[in-house]
């Protein structure tokens, strides 16, 4: 089995600007590409489980958020990082794929014969943190940002995505 880390795109990746869906407009977090390097070298496989309800709710194509993430899969390249796969929600309100639900990790569950319980989520709102519970990922941890806390007592809070290195 692996171990894996789900990423949220934006928030913890990149800057969360709403809506984001051009290159010019995505800034990557201060230490994200140095953490990741830290927990491919650690023998994680790197995940990104994001909601883009702008899709859905006609901000931007799915074309627009397909050519973008190729983008940034290609800047992760550019310093050494493996994305093993980018799973979207594009749906708006109701999926069992849209977090706080758990259907995007349960897919790369699936797909890549993961260890939950030996894995880690980093989200920067509580529908992070509420997908990773419902899919039973081992290690919940908090970005801590402008929205919304999750509840409970059950998840670790940090301010940098590079505290995250203690965890590995």
């Not at 290609?74 to 994305?83: A, D, H, P, S």
């Not at 980018?86 to 699936?110: H, I």
């Not at 993961?114 to 290690?139: H, N, Q």
Request: charged share 30%; hydrophobic share 35%.
């Amino acid at each position: 089995m692996n171990k894996a880390i789900f990423l949220d795109r934006d928030g913890v990746i990149n800057e969360d600007g709403g809506y984001i869906y051009k290159p010019e407009d995505f800034h990557f977090k201060d230490g994200i590409f140095d953490f990741c390097r830290a927990a491919g070298d650690k023998g994680y496989l790197l995940i990104v489980c994001t909601n883009q309800s702008g899709i859905a709710r006609g901000y931007y194509t799915e074309e627009e958020y397909l050519a973008l993430n190729d983008w940034m899969l290609e800047e992760f390249k550019k310093y050494g990082v493996r994305i093993a796969k980018t799973y979207c929600c594009p749906d708006y309100p109701d999926s069992p794929d849209r977090k706080p639900n758990s259907g995007m990790l349960l897919k790369a569950k699936m797909e890549f014969d993961i260890d939950m319980a030996g894995s880690i989520i980093i989200g920067d709102k509580a529908s992070d943190i509420e997908a990773g519970r419902g899919a039973e990922v081992g290690k919940l941890i908090y970005l801590q940002s402008s929205y919304d806390k999750p509840n409970g007592a059950d998840f670790e809070i940090i301010i940098s995505i590079m505290e995250v290195v203690k965890f590995l």
